[in-house]
């Protein structure tokens, strides 16, 4: 996905299924169930690991875009290599741990251009499982808003189509990334709706609102009882995000 095309996404595009579920057949069923509200379906480490690359082609041919959330982070090469193993398969969307540094980004960038349609590639800041008092122990300091700003601008100058980050992260990103970023946003709830264990949340609108070009969610729709409602529910609060965006004045 070029950054043109970032400013034209239509509400359903914005919007990301997480299929954190234990196998193939219930990624498709729940997929298969949605795939009229949903932009793309997200497969993370749990699915793929046990599922292997045929899950992304049986996703994928539902028609729906698929983001494969890998976070891969090793040597520039290694990355380079892995990035070019998945050039057969239908990945619009790949993360990158920007901890890795330039070099690795720019090694999975150049991998990636050889595709003949290169996937979105997006670099994770900081995993929000970690807090500032972590730092120490893994020899980091300073303030974890400045190190997600800091990672974001080297995702941009390595050439990464954007970031995944924080919803607490997507207004200050907005602003010193400029438009053409992508900000994929998880941690998302409906108003009222639980929080599971994510500690920060925000609703589909405001992360709209604040800058996010996408949001990722997962239970609010693959925990529910109607898993169409809900995605339903959830596509129209994008929209209605978008509309107040445009409304003039
Ligand atoms: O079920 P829920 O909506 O909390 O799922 C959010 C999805 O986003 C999960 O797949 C989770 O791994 C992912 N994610 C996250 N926080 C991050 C990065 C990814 O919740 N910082």
């Not at 234990?22 to 932009?39: C, R, Y």
């Not at 997200?42 to 292997?52: S, Y």
């Not at 994929?184 to 800058?211: F, H, M, N, S, Y």
Request: glycine letters at 10%; one cysteine or more.
């Amino acid at each position: 996905m070029t950054a043109g095309r970032l400013s034209a996404l239509s509400p359903r595009e914005r919007l990301i299924l997480a299929l954190d579920v234990p196998t193939a057949s219930d990624a498709i069923h729940l997929a298969d169930q949605v795939k009229d509200s949903v932009g793309c379906f997200k497969i993370g480490l749990q699915l793929f690991l046990r599922e292997g690359p045929a899950v992304v082609e049986a996703v994928a041919a539902l028609g729906n875009p698929v983001f494969l959330d890998l976070k891969l982070h090793d040597i520039p090469v290694t990355v380079a290599k892995a990035v070019s193993s998945l050039a057969r398969l239908p990945v619009s969307m790949l993360t990158l741990h920007t901890g890795g540094g330039r070099a690795m980004l720019e090694a999975a960038v150049e991998a990636a251009s050889a595709f003949r349609e290169p996937p979105m590639l997006l670099g994770v800041t900081l995993l929000t499982s970690l807090s500032e008092a972590d730092f120490p122990s893994i020899g980091m300091t300073g303030v974890a808003s400045d190190l997600v700003r800091g990672r974001a601008a080297l995702a941009k100058a390595s050439g990464l189509g954007g970031v995944v980050a924080s919803a607490q992260e997507v207004e200050m990103l907005r602003q010193e990334m400029g438009d053409r970023f992508g900000l994929v946003i998880p941690g998302i709830r409906p108003a009222g709706a639980g929080l599971d264990d994510q500690k920060r949340v925000e609703t589909p609108q405001r992360a709209i609102v604040r800058g996010a070009t996408h949001i990722v969610v997962g239970r609010p729709i693959s925990a529910s009882a109607d898993p169409c409602t809900s995605a339903r529910a959830i596509l129209a609060m994008i929209t209605e995000a978008t509309e107040a965006d445009h409304e003039p004045g």
